[in-house]
């Protein structure tokens, strides 16, 4: 059974960094694109940031770009998404999905709270 589990989610003030973590059993995510997507209340979906399978290459939102890392460690078959300088904006549910084509299989997310 696949399974994508995101933790690190929390409550923080306005500035302060979180890491969150995305991990995966019954699929190797180093075989994938990954993403992680947001979506914050009475809002769609959004795309975060993502990273290729083939060289590791990073595309991030406007959003985010300069706040946030995307990194893959296939050691652990982890996907994690580094924040830094947090904004009340960046207040989401935050998920993580792979893709083979397209974004076939989603976690069931981890929420950021981020107090101005």
């Known amino acids: 059974q696949v399974q994508l589990v995101e933790s690190g989610g929390g409550l923080v003030q306005a500035g302060s960094s979180l890491r969150l973590s995305c991990a995966a059993s019954?699929?190797?995510?180093?075989?994938?694109?990954m993403g992680w997507f947001r979506q914050a209340p009475g809002k769609e979906r959004e795309f975060v940031a993502s990273?290729?399978?083939?060289?590791?290459?990073?595309v991030y939102s406007d959003s985010v770009k300069g706040r946030f890392t995307i990194s893959r460690d296939n050691a652990k078959n982890t996907v994690n998404l580094q924040m830094n300088s947090l904004k009340p904006e960046d207040t989401a549910v935050y998920y993580c999905?792979?893709?083979?084509?397209?974004?076939?299989?989603w976690g069931q997310g981890t929420q950021v709270t981020v107090s101005s």
């Open positions: 019954g699929l190797t995510l180093s075989r994938y694109d």
């Open positions: 990273i290729r399978r083939s060289d590791g290459y990073r």
């Open positions: 999905a792979a893709k083979a084509a397209v974004y076939d299989y």
